[in-house]
């Protein structure tokens, strides 16, 4: 991704001026550029709410995959899935009600989720509005469970959001769902390769 020369500046302007219209498009645009490369599935969806689900399996030990889950998220994350951005402005605390936040220019900051379990090397609960959903009344639960697996480790991301959408809140589970799979299998492959990008 390049950069302007002010990257602050269009940053916060960026932020400022979003609007539900717009983060719609674009996600509906990343559901249609995002490749399937990893298990999705929408579980269910409905008029107040839906629930998706990434399973990813990942060449390494659930120890190793917790760490940089957590640790690593800015090398791992797209950028192009930030407010700044970024990623390298995305911080997880590991603590119950810790802040998966993100820092904006001029000291401001985004709460994308919050920690509300923790069990090192097994499982991550948070809940909050990723993205767009953040535009709108609505919020959710994340649980990410690290189960031992033949080979290393298969990571089961579970996302059940609820809230209110005049079109339907079940319009947002195909566009969340692929934006979580290439979130994870970003993840995948930054644990195997030290590189989020599909190997070559």
């Not at 566009?175 to 290439?182: G, R, Y």
């Amino acid at each position: 991704m390049t950069h302007a020369q002010n990257p602050g500046r269009k940053a916060a302007s960026r932020y400022n001026g979003l609007t539900m219209r717009n983060e719609s498009v674009f996600a509906l645009l990343i559901l249609v550029l995002t490749p399937a490369i990893a298990k999705p599935d929408v579980v269910d969806s409905a008029s107040n709410g839906f629930t998706v689900k990434v399973t990813v399996q990942i060449q390494a030990a659930p120890k190793d995959v917790y760490r940089q889950l957590i640790h690593n998220v800015g090398d791992w994350w797209n950028s192009a899935h930030t407010f700044s951005g970024d990623a390298h402005n995305l911080s997880i605390e590991e603590k119950p009600m810790g802040c998966f936040c993100e820092k904006l220019p001029n000291e401001g900051s985004v709460r994308h989720m919050e920690v509300v379990s923790l069990m090192p090397g097994k499982s991550l609960g948070m809940t909050g509005a990723l993205g767009p959903l953040q535009m709108i009344a609505a919020t959710g639960n994340m649980r990410v469970q690290l189960l031992a697996s033949e080979g290393g480790t298969k990571l089961e991301a579970t996302y059940s959001v609820t809230g209110y959408l005049l079109a339907g809140m079940n319009t947002f589970a195909a566009p969340v769902n692929s934006v979580l799979t290439e979130q994870f299998t970003r993840l995948k492959n930054y644990v195997e390769h030290g590189n989020p990008a599909p190997p070559k």
